[in-house]
């Protein structure tokens, strides 16, 4: 069983930038793909962005260009960094993680979600 801790949200005004970290513990035998998604309120939970375990990054069209996706294997982390933050951005993000091959979609591990709140 993985558990995923997330940390770094918080209120920052536009313009401004964050950086989420989720760590990865427990019993598993190897993370594959991680990423973050993201529910805003009153909208359904959204994909953001996902790495795989070889460290390939991929973006939803809402996320290019703002948004940077890494991880450490060794620490079994994904960090998610947002520049040019806006008030649309405001939502609870949520850590994903699957064991072992599969999609992004498939996770199976989930974190307790960390809030960011942009001001205009």
């Known amino acids: 069983q993985v558990q995923l801790v997330e940390s770094g949200g918080g209120l920052v005004q536009a313009g401004g930038s964050l950086r989420l970290s989720c760590a990865a513990s427990g019993s598993f035998f190897r993370i594959g793909v991680m990423g973050w998604y993201r529910q805003a309120p009153g909208k359904q939970r959204e994909l953001v962005a996902y790495?795989?375990?070889?460290?390939?990054?991929r973006y939803t069209y809402s996320a290019k260009g703002r948004f940077t996706i890494s991880r450490d294997n060794t620490q079994n982390t994904v960090v998610l960094e947002i520049n040019s933050l806006r008030p649309e951005d405001t939502a609870v993000y949520y850590c994903a993680a699957k064991q072992g091959p599969g999609s992004i979609d498939e996770s199976d591990s989930w974190g307790q979600g960390t809030q960011v709140t942009v001001s205009s």
């Open positions: 790495i795989t375990d070889g460290g390939l990054p």
